[in-house]
């Protein structure tokens, strides 16, 4: 995209305003709808949707940055949500994937955590991959880590967000040996999905736009020329 054609910061900032109306709305129908399938709460949804995905797009034309929300779609792969109506407790399911590409710069970082940590027993459990994994994931939150992935000599994967609606909240110490093993999908509120994939979608999209493009402007070229022997 040429620099004429990208949005203003205007534009961005008028989609975003947007997105927080729409927001707002859609909270509101869900507040007072008066059944599962309230047509005011599928119009809202509708409607946050679509500014979310506009906000999206202006962002990333302007700034090259995007969002880390996906809606799911009809598409996907969730069944329909079935919890209740008002969850008395959540649970929040999130899965980061990283690729240890730097494993010198990851030791390194965890030794300087060691070095300050140090009370004289030299284990030095920084001098493995796997030691420095545990010192700076024990030291840092994982947002922490996501944000700063970089100076750990890690890149980021593919990462997923689920947040799970419960009747009750579990009783301390349930699910730890397995956290993720009693998952209900049926009772997923609301999911956000961070993939490459999405960014080879949009480059398979501009890619098949570019050949069309191609193709028509070679066809357009074939038109212009008159046949060899045409007056002959």
Not at 33 to 49: I, K, Q, T
Not at 87 to 93: E, I
Request: with cysteine; net charge negative; glycine share 6%.
């Amino acid at each position: 995209m040429s620099d004429a054609a990208q949005p203003t910061a205007a534009e961005v900032r008028a989609a975003a305003e947007a997105v927080k109306t729409a927001l707002d709305r859609h909270l509101a129908a869900v507040e007072r709808r008066s059944g599962e399938d309230d047509p005011g709460v599928y119009e809202a949804f509708n409607e946050l949707a679509a500014a979310a995905e506009a906000y999206d797009e202006l962002l990333y034309d302007r700034y090259d940055e995007v969002t880390p929300f996906e809606i799911p779609g009809a598409e996907d792969t969730l069944p329909p949500y079935t919890g209740p109506e008002e969850p008395n407790a959540l649970s929040v399911l999130i899965r980061r994937d990283y690729t240890v590409v730097e494993p010198q710069r990851l030791m390194a970082q965890a030794q300087r955590v060691e070095a300050a940590d140090d009370d004289g027993t030299g284990a030095q459990a920084a001098a493995t991959v796997h030691g420095a994994l545990g010192i700076l994931f024990g030291e840092f939150e994982p947002d922490e880590i996501a944000s700063r992935h970089k100076e750990f000599g890690l890149e980021e994967g593919d990462s997923t967000m689920w947040v799970t609606a419960a009747d009750e909240p579990a009783d301390p110490g349930e699910w730890l040996e397995a956290p993720f093993e009693n998952a209900d999908p049926q009772r997923v509120v609301c999911r956000f999905d961070v993939s490459a994939v999405f960014d080879e979608e949009l480059g398979h999209d501009i890619d098949d736009e570019e050949d069309d493009l191609d193709g028509e402007l070679e066809l357009d070229e074939d038109e212009d020329l008159e046949p060899l022997d045409a007056e002959r």
